[in-house]
């Protein structure tokens, strides 16, 4: 196991950040999203955790990934059995419209 190979969250979501801006055409692409995550990763260390979010997501496309089973919020006197208010609510809660 290389020193690259553990990833922090941080790191994940700093490599996911320059995925957005460095996209497949951008030159030196592997070197820019290994410079933007830094903690040591190398232009391999970002290579291969690139291969196994593309093999990640095509699973979860796929339907090889189950759906998670949330639960829900509320009591039984909730209005919504949802754990999610719609925008409209959510806008109205935050008095915004």
């Not at 759906?67 to 039984?76: F, H, S």
């Amino acid at each position: 196991m290389t020193s690259g190979s553990t990833w922090t969250d941080k790191q994940n979501k700093l490599f996911e950040n320059a995925l957005a801006i460095y996209d497949k055409d951008a030159a030196d692409r592997w070197q820019n999203l290994a410079r933007a995550v830094g903690g040591n990763k190398s232009v391999e260390d970002v290579k291969r955790h690139y291969e196994m979010l593309v093999e990640d997501v095509n699973q979860i496309e796929s339907g090889q990934v189950p759906l998670p089973n949330y639960r829900k919020l509320g009591g039984p006197n909730s209005k919504s059995g949802s754990a999610f208010m719609d925008e409209e609510q959510r806008l109205k809660g935050l008095r915004l419209q």
